[in-house]
């Protein structure tokens, strides 16, 4: 009768440390600033105005990821919304096919506007799952090291500045 209960005691301490029971999830997010100049350009009669931006963020810089660095065991990307912090002129539109980029050296995540984004301070875009985006963005993030965040494409004026600001929200483990 002992002996049953000596066992029935081992598997389920067993089955507690077997487990992800002890596991702590943070969630946190990493963040970067699209700085985008549009140039006032010579060509008077262009309908596109074309831009590009980029920044990197190092994963170290977040506070949790740096405080938890030794005690990872996954990292996974849950969010990835676009915000308007600050545009120079009314009535701008980022045009169809302008494309949001995540990449390190050994992953590229991708997403083109399938519609025209209309431009305002507030506005938000969230980009979406699409199947494995975000499993590969969990990749580049599991390398903790620097990764380039950047955006390509064209707008509908020129002489104009915009601040978009990436938020990546993670689950740590």
């Known amino acids: 009768k002992n002996m049953t209960k000596l066992l029935m005691l081992l598997m389920l301490i067993a089955g507690f440390t077997s487990c992800s029971l002890?596991?702590?999830?943070?969630?946190t997010t990493m963040s970067a600033d699209l700085e985008i100049d549009i140039e006032d350009s010579a060509m008077k009669s262009a309908a596109a105005y074309p831009f590009e931006s980029e920044a990197v963020i190092d994963p170290m810089d977040n506070d949790?990821?740096?405080?938890?660095?030794?005690?990872?065991?996954?990292?996974?990307a849950t969010g990835i919304i676009g915000t308007v912090e600050y545009v120079s002129k009314k009535?701008?539109?980022?045009?169809?096919?302008?494309m949001f980029t995540i990449s390190n050296s050994k992953h590229i995540v991708t997403w083109t506007l399938e519609d025209e984004w209309p431009i305002e301070k507030g506005t938000v875009l969230e980009l979406p799952d699409?199947?494995?985006?975000?499993?590969a963005v969990s990749k580049i993030l599991t390398s903790m090291d620097p990764f380039t965040v950047s955006c390509e494409g064209t707008a509908s004026d020129k002489g104009v500045t915009i601040t978009i600001r990436i938020d990546i929200e993670t689950t740590i483990t």
């Open 22 to 27: 002890f596991d702590i999830d943070v969630d």
């Open 64 to 76: 949790d990821m740096d405080e938890y660095a030794d005690k990872i065991e996954r990292i996974k």
């Open 91 to 98: 009535d701008l539109v980022l045009y169809k096919g302008t």
């Open 130 to 135: 699409g199947g494995d985006n975000y499993d």
